[in-house]
């Protein structure tokens, strides 16, 4: 059963960074596109960016253009997101998700950013 | 930026029908997709591309989508069904959420 796990969350001051990281397995990663979607606890799901699969293209949500960079390594069957310049509105739960089509067919766990001095 | 619309809170009786309601400019010219979120669970998609139900989900699970509104309709409402609700559109090469539906059955 394929699977999709994430890490690299945690506590972060404002201005700070963080690289997430979410490890795929047991599906062909290198044929899909992936996105990040993200979730403020109690509140909605927000997309946050997506890469295609071979990484030659990338989308963002406005808020984070300029900021988070998504990025892919097929041969390790992963998928990161740096996040620089990190603010008090992107404390979230951060998941990763598979693109199948005009839909998100596979989410992982999710892994929890906390931006705070 | 598109948006999605939708009701903050449905209440359904258990065996009736609920419909959740996503609304967006054109909606109907985009293919949505419906996704259920227990407590402390990831969301899982109950529908794609309008009104496709994925292996291993109910029956009572179904979709439409024409015009500026497509729906989520839940026939045979069960305690198991109560959770968020979420619709999903892309926007050129955007993703959007609806802002999320609780469904309580009671």
């Known amino acids: 059963e394929m699977r999709l796990v994430e890490s690299g969350g945690g506590l972060v001051q404002p201005g700070g960074s963080l690289r997430l990281s979410c490890a795929a397995s047991?599906?062909?990663?290198?044929?899909?596109?992936m996105s990040w979607v993200r979730q403020v606890p109690g509140k909605g799901l927000e997309w946050v960016a997506n890469i295609k699969k071979d990484g030659s293209e990338k989308n963002y949500v406005d808020s984070v253009k300029g900021r988070f960079t998504i990025s892919r390594d097929n041969a390790k069957n992963s998928l990161y997101l740096q996040m620089n310049s990190l603010r008090g509105e992107d404390t979230a739960v951060y998941y990763c998700?598979?693109?199948?089509?005009?839909?998100?067919?596979?989410w992982g766990q999710g892994t929890l950013v906390t931006v705070s001095s | 930026s598109y948006e999605l619309t939708q009701p903050p809170s449905v209440s359904v009786s258990p065996g009736q029908t609920a419909s959740i309601t996503c609304s967006g400019d054109q909606l109907g010219e985009k293919y949505v997709s419906w996704y259920q979120q227990k407590p402390g669970q990831s969301p899982v998609v109950v529908i794609y591309e309008d009104n496709k139900r994925p292996s291993g989900i109910p029956e009572r699970f179904s979709g439409s989508n024409s015009g500026n509104t497509a729906t989520l309709t839940i026939s045979g409402t069960q305690a198991v069904d109560e959770a968020d609700y979420y619709c999903q559109a892309w926007d050129f090469n955007t993703g959007v959420f609806g802002g999320g539906t609780k469904l309580t059955v009671l």
């Open positions: 047991d599906f062909s990663f290198n044929i899909h596109w």
């Open positions: 998700a598979r693109d199948k089509g005009y839909h998100f067919d596979s």
